[in-house]
Structures are given as structure tokens and as C-alpha cells.
């Protein structure tokens, strides 16, 4: 490599117009001239500190910048959101393949299972329907059941997670009521060529191998590509051929092209996920010409994004993403004759149906020197859906078809008065193609209390529209009985949050301790719930198998997080406690019934880190109490009542080991999952989803699971 002098490149620091290459040539000059260090880490303190976006070839790894909802990349200590970022180190320690597997130890989290739509959650007792999921800000579409299946986004290319909790509706619009979680991937390389290999083998019959490569090819233009295939074979075996935990594979692969002209930043990005759920049916009349039918449930995903942000004349900060996402969910019934081995399609038993998006959001925002500061942006959103199984039954609908479009326009105010205070209203103007959206406000504020304090509060409203599913999708075959219903209504809600932060660092020593109240009130909220068809209407009955949407008048929750964290040295122990209250509306007829039934969630994690051999020890708990879900009856009169459904709790407990092997290019994480080995819990009552309406128990894990995974980083 040539060598570079240090007059020269002060010369180029200087510059007003820096070149990209400088960074590079910055940094290895750095390594070669160590007689001048000193000099040269202030200078390139001063560089970064000037600097607005990563370039490709100096690219630094800051702990806490984080991007969700801000005006530009942010320190997470000023941002006025309370975020959450899980890094990637957490899930190397975790062995997390997917999301499933990495927020199923979150406090304030709540992962659900379903042998066939897969893994669902809950933040802050508020459903998954209700919560945003985003890779690099585009949307995630294709929910079944309300909810995206999180085991069908794998983590493969993830540098870190950001959660907030709470709603984001007018940053984010729809879906984003409960709050937003998104992936940021890894974007930036300093290497010229950098390769990678992992494999993971879990002795529940699961193996996951994944492979990556990024190349930059000028010093502007950086091309990444990433991949892999994870298979299971099934577990738990319920008769001759069914099991609890069906066989499942999944192929995944993206590809990314970044180029970089001075502090503007360009990408595209494509993905494609496909996977095949299988379903073995019981053997039928074994005695005589015996045969099984057998479920396949197909899933497609492709991703097409490009997006572009950069500094506009140094005092303006502007986002741009373009996404366009596809769905397909494929179902075949196969008749399996066993007399002569021979497979055919059962008619009737066949559908696809597809779902697209496309998105266009589009940010502007100033950073000004004085105190107040703006964003102004456009969140455009379209959404089809084709099959057999769309019936568009309101005025110009048809057949096989149906579209809904959302769009927004936004704005924020950040008023800064003084230094310690941060004051941040906001406002989203939406017109919906289907329902009447009303003006959805904002109101954040965070205030540095002292050195070590800071208080947060938010009051934010949302806005949620039924989708298409929800509308207008008929899944009716011999297993399931699933209509929707055209006279839903739009969700609404107000949320209100106040947190308090303390953090302390001294040296080798770390102190975060949080506190959090929050009070959510949604208006209409929409759910799956069984049902009884008379005189042409729809109402609510348990027990017949037949599960329609239907808007519930009233859902609240309230509750108190409270988080503890210490880092001493090699030793790191994090807490969380989640204290939950579920309103029970009938509580509004009975005065000896509590308005809220009160739940309790306790995370924990300890490691400790042994830096000589670089191995590090982690143990996670996660202890879930007793759950209680109320749902729309009707007693032995006809009356309409509200019923109960409890789910017991359990507990999860993880053991992990990490270590790094020659010069942190060889890593290797092995351990044990579900230490307990709990598998199924009980539950009692009705009003289930359209797996588990009617069963006694409930699915969790598919049990103990020891683990090894090894990956190869080549630079």
C-alpha cells in the first residue's frame, strides 16, 4: 500500500472538500507512523466529530448512535424517544438465528406459539398487530393472524435491533400504535474484501448454515451479499406422524450495492425468503387401504429498497426510502396412499394467495445552532392483496382483488430552550382510501434532571386501520373456518409514558438503572374470536369453531418497567421487572370485580467475560407469569357477557459460552437452551386463537436444545 506523509494528509484535512479516500489513508497511515499517535487521534477526533454519515472505508462502531425516528444519526442519550438497542455481540451471546429467538428474553415481551403461523409477541400487553417491524426502516408485510411470524426474520446480516416502545403513529402511521422494531443491518466495511462463514447445529434436528461476502470495488462503491438455509426436522411426536413442532426449511439470501459520494449515501437492497411448513396428517383408516392428508404451507418473501440520506448545505439533514415488498402464501393438501406409495393433490384443498406493498417515505430536517430545530417528511403506503380466497364485498370490489392506500404527511418541532431541556410536539395528517383518519398528535419531552438523571415523557396518539386480511380474506377448508369481516372499524389510541434514567460511568464501573410507567387506551381494537352467524349477523360465541374479526370496545393496559444494569470490570448483570395490568371490562358491571388483572415479568442476564482466553460466560432467565385474556361471550340466557381464558406461566432459562480464536477471526458459541425443558403449559377457558381455541394446553418450546455454532471471519 503507498504511503502517505503526514503533511500531506493534514493538507487534506483542511480541505473543505474531503474526499472519502482521505479516511482510509487517514486510518493505515495512522498504524505506520506511530511516533506521531497523539497527533493523529485528535485529528481524527476532530474529523469525525465534522462528520455526518459513515464512508465505506472508515467506518466506526459507536455504541449508542441510533437511528429510529430521528432527525439523523443519534447519540441514544439525546434522542427524546426512550430507545432500545440490542447489538450484535447480545446476539452472538444469545446464539439467536432469527427475531423469535432474540426478543424471547426481552422484558416487556411476550412471545407467543402456533404450530402453523409461528411465532407471534406482544410489547407492553399491546398485540403484535399493533407493533411496527422494519429492516433498515421498510416495513415487514405479510402477517398471519394479525401478527408477523418473527421466526421467519433471520438476523444473519444484523448489527443491531432498535426497539421503542409506545406509539409512533405519526412518524410511522399505521401499525406503528404499539410501538416500532427495526433491524439496522450491517451497511459498511473497512476491509477491501471481507468473507464470512457460520454454521449452527442444535440437537433438536435444527441446522442453520449462513455465508456472507462484501467487496468494495472502488473506494465509492461497496457490494455486499449475504445468505443461507435453515432446516428442522420436527419435534415431539404426538401419534405415528404427527408432531407438535412440525418440519420446517427456510432459504434466505440479500444483496446490497452502497455508493458514496461525499456526505450523500445510496443503496439498494433486494431480499428473498422462502420456507415450507409441513403439517402430517394422522393415518386414516389404517386397517383397510390406509392414507394420510398433508398440509404444505408454502411462504415467499421479495424486498426490493432503495434509499438515500445525507447533509444538505451542512444545516439540513435529509432521509429518503423506496420499498416495494412481496407476499405469497401457498397451502397444498396432498393425499398420501401408504398400499402404494403414491402422492396426489386433494381437490379444493389448494390456495395462494399474494399480498404487495409499496412504500415512499421521505424526511427533512434541520439541524440548526439555536433551539428550535424541524422535520417535515411524506409517508406514503399502498397495499393489494390477489386470491381465490379476496372477496371484496363493498362498493367497487370484486372478486380476487382488494387495495387499501395510506397516506401522510408529518411534522415535528424540537424546541430546545436550554440545554437540559427538550421539548418535542408533532402532528400526522393522513388520508386513508377506506376509513376517515383523524389528526394524529404527538407530544415528547426529555429534561436533564443533573449529570446522571433524565426524565422522559410522552403522550402520543394512533391510528390503525384494518387490513386487508382482516376485511375481506375467507380461509375456509376442512381445518379451518376463518371469514373477514367488512364492517370493522378503525383502531384509535392515546398512550401515555414517563420514564426516568440514571446512568453513571467511572472507569471500569457502569451503573443504568430505569423506571417506567405507561398507560395504553385503544378504542376498537380488532380481534380473531369465534362466532355464531344469525339473521345475518355475526356474534360472538365460543365453542363453534367458525372465528371471524371483530372490534372490541374497549382494551387497556397500564403497568411499570423497571430496569437495573452493572458493569464491573469482566462482570456484567442486567435485571428487568414488567409488571402488567390487563383491564377487564367486566369490571363496569361488577363492583367485586378488579378493573385490572395484574401480571409479572422478570428478566435476567449475567456474564462475565474472561479476557486472557476471550471467553465469555452468559446465563438469561426469563420467568412469565400467569396470563389472562378476556374475549366476548355469551352466557346460558343470550346475554352478552366477557369471559376468561388464563395461560400458566413458566420459566426459561439459557446457558451460553462465547469465545474468539485467532485474532477474533474464528468464533465459537456453544450451550444450552431451555434449560428446564419446558415445552407446553396449561390453559383454561376458550376464546383461543384458530390453532388452540378449544386445547387445554398451549404450545412454548420445542424443549431442551444443546448447541454449537462456528463462524469463520475472513478480512
Known amino acids: 500500500m503507498q504511503f502517505y506523509s503526514l503533511k500531506s494528509i493534514f493538507k487534506q484535512l483542511l480541505c473543505k472538500d474531503i474526499k472519502p479516500q482521505t479516511y482510509m489513508v487517514f486510518y493505515v497511515s495512522m498504524v505506520q507512523l506511530k511516533k506521531h499517535i497523539t497527533f493523529l487521534l485528535l485529528s481524527l477526533s476532530s474529523l469525525l466529530t465534522a462528520q455526518t454519515t459513515d464512508s465505506i ?21 439525546n434522542a427524546v424517544q426512550e430507545i432500545k438497542t440490542i447489538k450484535k455481540e447480545m446476539i452472538q451471546r444469545r446464539g439467536a438465528n432469527n427475531l423469535e429467538q432474540l426478543l424471547n428474553m426481552e422484558t416487556n415481551i411476550r412471545i407467543d406459539q402456533d404450530a402453523i403461523l409461528g411465532s407471534s409477541m406482544s410489547l407492553g400487553g399491546i398485540d403484535g398487530q399493533n407493533v411496527k417491524i422494519m429492516i433498515d426502516g421498510v416495513p415487514v408485510i405479510g402477517r398471519l393472524d394479525g401478527n408477523i411470524d418473527l421466526s421467519q426474520i433471520n438476523l444473519n446480516q444484523v448489527e443491531r435491533v432498535e426497539i421503542i416502545e409506545g406509539p409512533l403513529s405519526v412518524q410511522y402511521g399505521t401499525d406503528a400504535l404499539g410501538g416500532v422494531i427495526n433491524l439496522i443491518t450491517k451497511k459498511s466495511q473497512l476491509n477491501r474484501n471481507e468473507f464470512g462463514l457460520a454454521a449452527q447445529i442444535e440437537d433438536r434436528n435444527e441446522n442453520s448454515y449462513t455465508a456472507r461476502f462484501g467487496s468494495r470495488i472502488t473506494d465509492r462503491l461497496l457490494f455486499q451479499i449475504n445468505g443461507g438455509i435453515d432446516k428442522f426436522n420436527g419435534f415431539g411426536s404426538d401419534t405415528t406422524r404427527s408432531v407438535l413442532w412440525n418440519p420446517k426449511e427456510q432459504r434466505y439470501a440479500d444483496a446490497s450495492l452502497r455508493y458514496t459520494l461525499g456526505e450523500q449515501d445510496f443503496r439498494y437492497v433486494f431480499s428473498w425468503f422462502d420456507e415450507q411448513v409441513v403439517n402430517l396428517g394422522d393415518v386414516r383408516r389404517p386397517q383397510f387401504k390406509p392414507y394420510a392428508w398433508d398440509d404444505f404451507y408454502n411462504t415467499l418473501r421479495t424486498n426490493h429498497a432503495v434509499t438515500h440520506e445525507g447533509a444538505v448545505l451542512k444545516k439540513y439533514y435529509t432521509q429518503t426510502t423506496i420499498g416495494y415488498n412481496e407476499f405469497e402464501r401457498i397451502k397444498n393438501t396432498t393425499r398420501l396412499d401408504f398400499d402404494n406409495d403414491s402422492t396426489s393433490l386433494v381437490s379444493g384443498e389448494q390456495d395462494t394467495s399474494r399480498f404487495n406493498g409499496a412504500m415512499l417515505r421521505t424526511t427533512f430536517a434541520s439541524r440548526y445552532d439555536g433551539v ?18 379476496i372477496t371484496d364485498t363493498l362498493a367497487g370490489g370484486k372478486d380476487g382483488f382488494s387495495e387499501i392506500g395510506d397516506y401522510a404527511f408529518f411534522g415535528t418541532l424540537k424546541y430546545q430552550p436550554f440545554q437540559k431541556l427538550t421539548i418535542e410536539p408533532g402532528v400526522r395528517f393522513i388520508y386513508n382510501t377506506r376509513y376517515n383518519a383523524p389528526l394524529v398528535p404527538s407530544f415528547n419531552l426529555k429534561y436533564n434532571l443533573s449529570e446522571n438523571w433524565t426524565m422522559r415523557g410522552s403522550f402520543g396518539q394512533g391510528f390503525r386501520s384494518p387490513d386487508l386480511k382482516e376485511l375481506f380474506f375467507d380461509f375456509v377448508d376442512v381445518n379451518h373456518f376463518i371469514k373477514g369481516n367488512p364492517n370493522l372499524e378503525a383502531e384509535k389510541s392515546n398512550n401515555f409514558q414517563l420514564a426516568f434514567n440514571f446512568s453513571k460511568r467511572k472507569k471500569d464501573n457502569r451503573i443504568d438503572l430505569k423506571i417506567k410507567g405507561f398507560y395504553n387506551h385503544i378504542q376498537d381494537r380488532i380481534g380473531l374470536f369465534e362466532f355464531e352467524e344469525e339473521a345475518g349477523s355475526k356474534n360472538p360465541k365460543p365453542g363453534t369453531g367458525d372465528f371471524t374479526y371483530f372490534n372490541q370496545d374497549i382494551y387497556k393496559t397500564r403497568g411499570i418497567n423497571l430496569n437495573a444494569g452493572y458493569r464491573l470490570k469482566n462482570l456484567g448483570i442486567n435485571a428487568g421487572l414488567s409488571m402488567i395490568g390487563y383491564y377487564n371490562p367486566e369490571s363496569e358491571n361488577f363492583e367485586e370485580v378488579a ?16 479476557s486472557k482466553p476471550n471467553l465469555t460466560l452468559s446465563l438469561f432467565t426469563r420467568i412469565n407469569d400467569k396470563r389472562i385474556e378476556f374475549y366476548p361471550d355469551e352466557n346460558d340466557k343470550g346475554e352478552a357477557i366477557v369471559s376468561q381464558r388464563f395461560v400458566d406461566g413458566f420459566t426459561m432459562m439459557d446457558f451460553t459460552a462465547t469465545k474468539t480464536f485467532w485474532k477474533k477471526r474464528i468464533g465459537l458459541t456453544t450451550g444450552v437452551k431451555n434449560i428446564l425443558d419446558v415445552q407446553q403449559v396449561n390453559q383454561q377457558g376458550g376464546g383461543g386463537g384458530v390453532h388452540t381455541g378449544s386445547a387445554t394446553s398451549a404450545p412454548v418450546s420445542a424443549g431442551r436444545n444443546f448447541f454449537i455454532r462456528l463462524s469463520y471471519d475472513f478480512k
Open 372 to 389: 428550535l430545530n424541524f422535520q417535515l417528511g411524506a409517508d406514503l403506503r399502498y397495499d393489494n392483496a390477489f386470491g381465490e380466497r
Open 57 to 77: 472505508e472508515w467506518s466506526i462502531d459507536i455504541d449508542d448512535v441510533v437511528v429510529t425516528a430521528q432527525y439523523a444519526p443519534t447519540d441514544s442519550r
Open 595 to 610: 378493573s385490572f388483572y395484574q401480571t409479572y415479568e422478570l428478566s435476567n442476564e449475567v456474564n462475565y467475560n474472561f
